[in-house]
């Protein structure tokens, strides 16, 4: 069906040339995308031109039309520093990655008549395979068209748009890269709770400590380094802090730290003269995750998976404990908790957002000083990250 309607294109387009209005595609009201190609056959032979040209008029909606028809190419598109003033574009910053090894920004606070943009032109005998900024020059046509010639990209069309208003910088393709590092921020938040030997949940054997699977909640924020081996294998190392929340069901009884163990005392025997509304016990960890994520395709936005291990160090701890009367008891200790934890993350994700789940294959409390001896438990979390 796309070769189809590009076939259409070019054929309207031609006739729109013989009838003498060839010059109208130049103007802002000309079409401000375009997949340029020989023929359907040279194009599976050859590739194909894609062109993106903004002009002060181009509105939001037509800047979002532009990048979701260029990720159908792998290739990324953001707009930062956009500044509208009366609906025109008063201000831009173009930054583009073509994900073969070629990308770059072009930035500006007063768009030529003739637009800014980007080419990249895919056919095995291009000249010049990627340019970006003030390429495009008001006498000439770049439109869909059949025409190579029209496609004017001579070097001195490459330097008239290092201007001071207009500084734009195009990294080459290198043939011998494979690895690519990028880097974001991630943001979690999910429900923790722990497990026995036996996997099973505290409260399914009425255990004073069984939590409040809704209250007990998990943070983190990492520094997100993707280290890609290839468009569809990326390794994830994420570093940073994780919070882990343990809120009991039962809010009469309160995290304190023994002479050999981790204790809960009963309120209701202890302080009768109190009403407890939460208990809960907080652990602060520095984190590192190594996550291999496998993608089903080439574009940042595609479904991907991976399951990798991770390990922690604590590197905070403490009980809170509230009551009536805005009342509240907060003890910062080790709890009998080990400092080290270890385990395995799983991670599933389409465009933006992903889901994680954890296992920690190491007891939360050193071995013997757990809330009962012979009952090790083991955190498990699920959330997102965004």
């Known amino acids: 069906m796309k070769n189809l309607i590009k076939i259409s294109m070019v054929v309207c387009l031609s006739l ?10 130049s103007s802002e009201n000309s ?4 997949k340029v190609a020989e023929t359907e056959n040279t194009q599976k032979q050859d590739g194909e031109v894609f062109i993106v040209r903004i002009f002060k008029s181009t509105t939001k909606s037509e800047l979002e039309e532009f990048k979701s028809e260029a990720e159908e190419l792998n290739i990324d598109i953001t707009y930062e520093n956009l500044e509208y003033i009366n609906g025109e574009i008063e ?14 920004t072009a930035s500006t606070t007063n768009i030529p008549e003739s637009g800014i943009g980007f080419i990249r032109d895919y056919r ?14 008001k006498d000439k046509n770049i439109t869909s068209s059949k025409s190579k010639e029209e496609i004017n ?20 393709k290198d043939k011998n890269r494979f690895i690519r590092h990028d880097h974001d921020i991630d943001f979690s938040m999910g429900l923790n709770n722990y497990l026995n030997s036996s996997n099973q949940f505290p409260d399914t054997d009425n255990k004073d400590f ?6 007990s909640w998990t943070y983190g924020i990492h520094s997100n380094h993707k280290i890609s081996v290839s468009p569809f294998v990326k390794f994830n190392f994420q570093l940073g802090l994780l919070w882990n929340n343990f809120a009991l ?13 981790v204790e809960l ?6 302080r009768p003269d109190i009403n407890p509304t939460r208990s809960k016990l907080n652990i602060t960890y520095l984190n590192l995750n190594v996550v291999p994520m496998f993608h089903f395709g080439k574009s940042s936005n595609a479904f991907r998976i991976g399951a990798g291990p991770f390990g922690s160090y604590r590197i905070a701890s403490k009980s809170k404990f509230k009551y009536d009367d805005n009342g509240k008891d907060v003890v910062k200790n080790n709890f009998h908790i080990n400092n080290w934890k270890y385990g395995l993350k799983a991670q599933v994700g389409w465009k933006g957002v992903d889901l994680f789940a954890t296992y920690d294959l190491s007891p939360i409390f050193i071995e013997d000083r757990g809330p009962e001896a012979d009952y090790p438990l083991r955190a498990i979390s699920f959330g997102v990250i965004f």
């Not at 005392?265 to 202890?270: E, G, I, N, P, Q």
Request: glycine content about 8%; some cysteine; charged content about 30%.
């Open 91 to 104: 201000a831009i910053t173009l930054k583009v990655d073509c994900n073969d090894g070629f990308s770059g």
């Open 16 to 25: 729109f040339g013989a009838l003498g209005y060839g010059q109208n595609l």
């Open 124 to 137: 095995d005998d291009a000249d010049i395979p990627f340019v970006i900024g003030r390429i495009f020059d």
């Open 153 to 172: 990209l001579s070097k001195e069309l490459k330097e008239e748009f290092k201007t001071a208003f207009n500084e734009a910088k195009v990294v080459e």
């Open 210 to 215: 069984a939590l409040d699977p809704l209250t």
């Open 265 to 270: 005392l009963d309120t209701d025997l202890a």
């Open 249 to 261: 069901a039962d809010n009469n009884y309160q995290f304190i730290k023994g002479p050999e163990q």
């Open 31 to 34: 079409d401000l995308i375009s």
